[in-house]
């Protein structure tokens, strides 16, 4: 048996009770976050171009976030994930691959829309969508390879939906087959000057995955072998991995990587959280910004050459660019004390206070840092006018910040919503977010986020 089958084997296998409350309740809490990351995604370009395109289309049965309007299914996954990924502030997870793997919850959403079902089958599927992708993102690298890590949440997409489209575990293939063999991603996208598809691409992926798990429905048949045929996913993508599904989540292990997800502290780069909270802890013993006269930022291998290495990430233009910058963003923290939402604003991206202090850092890889990966380390040194040098250094495993609480959470999203809505319906969408499995109608629960819903 392939792995294709095997995977398929799994989901089809797998049901609701078989979730034991805690990771119940850890997809509630990605909910919540990803909602309110949407919020906050809503209103940029990129979302703006895309629903543009979506409002020339006819009604169809699943909803665009926070609107009225419906769209298919595909085109309802493909908008509200780039809203939620826009501001680079959604969970990550990061093991030989980094990725996002709420990247996959827009697209259970519109498709349990579409289909009309409940909480409980959205939550069964995300919990599939993240095992999966992180699963994938613990075999193999696609980085290194110049392939982006949303062709894991391809995979993971594609499974998960047609787990709500109750297909079998031969469509379930199909689907799979159609949805890699068509739609590789390369890792351009996060090269050089960043564009509006950084943000779109996963949502791309989610995108294709509908299309492809509807056409399986339909009859429509895929490559087989797609992963260990002669110029298959292996053999043109990973290289030969090991990925064996008798070890992931079930009933009895309840070792569900959902629960291994990170929710960010900033809304920046994930590989850069750990260089905020170094620059933020020197801020607070330095009384004076001119006084520094050399930063040094020691990176892993990866930081260095996704974060530093590009000229583009020096100068920024772009929100895209920036928020994928560690000097841009090491002089933020340095300079303001704190990283916001509107640290990215372009309208900041030439100050010349941060392009001073931009001239003062250095960013070296490090090897003792990569070393510790997964561990997202990242040390920055001040060197002061009076000779002294100050150095403080974060990874994220011993960091338990990066695993927010309820109420941290919670808080997160209010932050989002005060800008859209009124106390009682933050506080009517929250309730919902919380009480999701309970849910029948994936409808009504989007309802509570429609911005004219008392209207």
């Known amino acids: 048996m392939g792995l294709a089958e095997q995977l398929a084997t799994y989901v089809d296998t797998l049901r ?7 990771v119940v309740h850890t997809a509630r809490q990605r909910i919540v976050d990803s909602m309110g990351c949407a919020l906050g995604g809503m209103a940029s370009a990129p979302s703006a171009s895309i629903r543009a395109y979506a409002t020339t289309l006819p009604d169809a049965n699943a909803g665009i976030f926070f609107e009225r309007k419906k ?25 030989l691959e980094p990725g996002h793997p709420s990247d ?63 297909l079998s ?18 890792r351009q996208v996060r090269s050089g000057q960043l564009s509006g598809w950084k943000g779109a691409s996963a949502a791309n992926a989610t995108r294709n995955a509908v299309f ?17 045929g002669e110029m298959g996913f292996f053999a043109q993508v990973t290289g030969p991995i090991e990925i064996d599904p008798a070890e992931f989540g079930h009933r009895a292990s309840q070792d569900f990587r959902i629960r291994l997800a990170k929710t960010k ?42 974060l530093a290495k590009d000229k583009a990430k020096w100068r920024p233009t772009t929100r895209e660019t920036a928020d994928h910058s560690l000097p841009y963003t090491v002089a933020r923290a340095l300079l303001d004390g704190t990283i916001t939402r509107a640290t990215y604003d372009t309208s900041k991206l030439d100050d010349p206070r941060v392009l001073a202090v931009i001239d003062k850092i250095t960013v070296h890889e490090d090897p003792v840092l990569a070393a510790q990966m997964p561990s997202l380390a990242n040390r920055v040194t001040l060197t002061l006018a009076d000779g002294r040098t100050l150095t403080r250094e974060f990874g994220t495993t011993e960091n338990p910040r990066i695993n927010l609480a309820d109420a941290d959470i919670e808080s997160k999203f209010r932050d989002f919503a005060s ?23 994936v409808a009504d629960f989007l309802s509570k986020f429609v911005m004219d819903a008392r209207a």
């Not at 607070?284 to 996704?306: L, P, S, Y």
């Open 419 to 441: 800008d859209h809505f009124d106390e009682e319906q933050t506080a009517a969408a929250l309730a919902a977010c919380w009480r999701f499995g309970e849910t029948t109608r």
């Open 16 to 22: 609701f009770g078989d979730l034991s409350e805690e």
């Open 71 to 95: 769209v298919s299914p595909d085109m309802a996954a493909f908008l509200n994930a780039t809203m939620v990924r826009y501001l680079d502030f959604n969970d990550g997870y990061f093991a």
């Open 169 to 186: 575990p031969p469509q379930l293939v199909h689907a799979l087959g159609m949805a890699l063999n068509g739609h590789i991603a390369m």
């Open 212 to 228: 492809c798990a509807y056409l399986a429905r339909h009859g429509m048949t895929g490559p087989s072998d797609i992963f260990e």
């Open 265 to 306: 502290l900033y809304p920046t780069n994930g590989e850069m959280q750990t260089a905020v909270l170094a620059a933020l802890a020197l801020r607070k013993e330095i009384a004076d910004i001119d006084a520094i006269q050399a930063i040094r930022v020691d990176t892993t291998d990866v930081g260095f050459k996704f």
């Open 104 to 166: 996959n919850i827009a697209a259970c959403l519109a498709v349990a829309e579409a289909e009309n079902l409940g909480g409980e089958d959205v939550i069964l599927a995300m919990v599939i969508a993240y095992e999966l992708q992180m699963r994938f993102q613990d075999a193999a690298t696609l980085f290194r390879r110049g392939w982006d890590h949303v062709n894991f949440v391809t995979i993971g997409a594609t499974l998960a939906v047609g787990k709500l489209l109750k």
